[in-house]
């Protein structure tokens, strides 16, 4: 198998007249190795927002079990 020479730029960028899928192959790569850890920190986000909320409300929910509870016992 010879060895891939190029004699100019436009050689190097037409890769054996591959360059379209080289040069595509390249690009959707390079866009999802940008992307993932940018999907990855929403996701993130997204699940500490959640985990406060629920947090939130569990803290109200005791909070009121508490209330109800001194209500009914005497003092």
Do not use: I
Not at 34 to 41: D, F, K, M, N, Y
């Amino acid at each position: 198998m010879p060895g891939m020479h190029w004699n100019s730029l436009a050689d190097f960028l037409a890769m054996g007249n591959h360059g379209l899928y080289v040069w595509g192959s390249l690009a959707v790569m390079a866009l999802l190795m940008l992307a993932e850890p940018l999907l990855l920190l929403q996701d993130r986000k997204k699940l500490v927002t959640r985990l406060k909320q629920q947090y939130r409300a569990e803290r109200t929910e005791a909070r009121r079990k508490r209330e109800t509870a001194s209500r009914r016992s005497p003092d």
